[in-house]
C-alpha cells in the first residue's frame, strides 16, 4: 500500500521524493492569480479539450502544496518532515487496488469498499489480467480477500485506515468468511460498521471470471476490458483487438 500526503499551503523546497503541485483556490482561501500549470496559459489540453485545472482561462488563483505518494518503508521520514515542518493543513490518503480474476483451477480477488459496504469513487484502471482494475484514494476503507480452489474458498475483510500521526496505516483485521459462514475478529469495531455483502458478492464473482481485466466494484472511472484468454498481439494491447489487424479491428487506440 502507498500513501499520499498533501500538505497546503506549503513554502520552500520539497524533499526528496515529493513535488510541488498547485491547487485550485476554493471558497474562503487566498491565493495568487497565476498562469495555469497544466494548460500553461492556453487553456487548452493537447487534444483541444478545455482545461479543467483553470475552466479554460489559462490564469486562475493556485494555493502552492506539497504532495508526497510513499511506502510505509518512508513513514519515518515523513512524520519527522511534519514534526520538523508543522503544517498549516494536512491530509493523507492511501492508495488502494481492486485486482484479481481467475485461473483454471484457482482464482483469487481484492476488493475495495466503503465503511458499510458502499461502493468507493475510483480514479484510474488498467484492463489488463491481474492488474489494477480500479484505484482509489482513501481515508480509509475496508478491503476484502478472497481466494479459491476449484470453488473451495475462503476470505477475509480488514478495516484499513490513516494512522494518527498522518503518516502510517492502521490495518484492522474484523472477519474472516468462507461460502457457508463468517467468523468475527474484533467485535469492537465491527459492530460500528457493516457486514459488505454485496463487495463480498462482487469479490467471490471476480474471483472467478477467467483472465479478468475490468473492476467489478467500483464507481467513477475504473478498466472495463473484455475478460477471457488472449493471445498474440490482442493479449498486448490490454485485451482489446489489436489495431495492427487493420481499419474496423476494433478498438480505437486514437481515443
Known amino acids: 500500500m502507498t500513501l499520499n500526503t498533501q500538505i497546503v ?25 497565476t498562469q495555469c500549470p497544466v494548460c500553461e496559459g492556453t487553456g487548452k ?28 518503508s518512508d513513514s519515518a521520514r515523513v512524520q519527522e518532515f511534519l514534526r520538523e515542518n508543522p503544517p498549516a493543513k494536512v491530509q493523507t490518503t492511501i492508495r488502494l487496488h481492486e485486482t484479481g ?54 476470505g477475509d475483510i480488514r478495516l484499513v485506515a490513516v ?14 468468511f468462507d461460502g ?3 467468523i468475527t475478529l474484533a467485535p469492537d469495531h465491527a459492530e460500528r460498521l457493516t457486514y459488505p455483502t454485496a463487495a463480498i458478492d462482487a469479490a467471490v464473482q ?13 464507481d467513477g472511472v475504473f478498466a472495463d476490458g473484455p475478460s477471457g484468454a488472449l493471445r498474440g498481439a490482442g493479449a498486448a494491447f490490454g485485451g482489446y483487438p489489436s489495431p495492427l489487424k487493420g481499419p474496423g479491428a476494433g478498438y480505437d487506440m486514437s481515443l
Open 101 to 154: 480474476g481467475g485461473l483454471t483451477n484457482t482464482g483469487h480477488a481484492t476488493v475495495i469498499c466503503g465503511l458499510h459496504g458502499e461502493k468507493l469513487r475510483s480514479f484510474w484502471g488498467r484492463s489488463v489480467c491481474g492488474g489494477p482494475h480500479a484505484t482509489f484514494y482513501v481515508h480509509a476503507a475496508l478491503v476484502i480477500s478472497y481466494r479459491h480452489h476449484r470453488g473451495d474458498g475462503h
Open 9 to 33: 499551503p506549503f513554502a520552500g523546497d520539497p524533499p526528496p521524493g515529493a513535488m510541488v503541485v498547485f491547487l485550485p483556490v476554493r471558497e474562503g482561501q487566498a491565493g495568487e492569480e
Open 206 to 218: 471476480k474471483s472467478k471470471i477467467y483472465h479478468c481485466r475490468r473492476a467489478v466494484y467500483a
Open 163 to 176: 494512522g494518527d500521526d498522518h503518516a502510517s496505516i492502521t490495518e484492522i483485521p474484523l472477519w474472516t
Open 180 to 182: 457457508h459462514s463468517a
Open 45 to 72: 489540453l493537447p487534444r483541444g479539450a478545455e482545461c479543467r485545472k483553470c475552466g479554460g482561462h489559462g490564469k486562475a488563483q493556485f494555493l502552492r502544496a506539497l504532495r508526497w505518494e510513499y511506502n510505509l
